[in-house]
């Protein structure tokens, strides 16, 4: 019973490699690492470069602390991570290291951008119930929704991981209907990829 129920599961996993193969999530993994990379790398050496020849990150970072409300920081980035991603999590990420407690704050920070790709997920499921606004986002966003629609999870986990928008992932995923039970629990690897960014900003700084 054993050895058929690993060949069964095997099999499963076979199938589930072919179909990724041959829908092309591969090669769209490979581009968005690809394409994930130059903004990093660009982050670094702008963070590297503002710190060295503009002004000290860390005295600046300590004067927005100084003069701006934590509710304050935290509700711009609420905000931006509820509307399709507008301010790099990574300044914020920055900021955190800076606060009494940083580890607190980068783990309110990650609840927050989570929270806000749920927000986004019901911004979708409510778009899809106004047809011009539906009409015009799946034209917008027609790769995105379609890539969506094939692969699912997969999907959501490259968005909470990659630094690219998860909010334009989280209204995909409401548009097309896609369960919210999965959502939520494939969107928990948001906090995963604050650690592992503030791992390597925290030591920049």
Known sequence: MKSNSKSVKKTRLQLLHQYYS?????????KSLKKALP???LFIAA?????YFVVNINDLLIYVTENYSDYT??????ASESILG???PEIFIA???KASSPITYLSILALLSYLGGVVSYFSGIAIAKIPTMKNYLEVKMAKHIKNTRKWGGFLIIVGALLPIPF????????????PLTNYLLFGLLRFLRFY????????LI
């Not at 041959?22 to 090669?27: N, W």
């Not at 909010?167 to 896609?178: L, N």
Request: no cysteine; charged share 5%.
């Open 22 to 30: 041959y829908t092309g999530f591969y090669k769209f993994l490979g």
């Open 39 to 41: 903004p990093i790398l």
């Open 47 to 51: 963070l590297l470069f503002i710190n």
């Open 73 to 78: 920081v935290f509700g711009i980035f609420f």
């Open 86 to 88: 507008l301010i790099p």
């Open 95 to 97: 900021w955190s290291d």
């Open 167 to 178: 909010a334009i992932t989280s209204i995909a995923a409401g548009i097309i209907g896609y």
């Open 196 to 203: 592992l960014y503030a791992a390597a900003i925290f030591s």
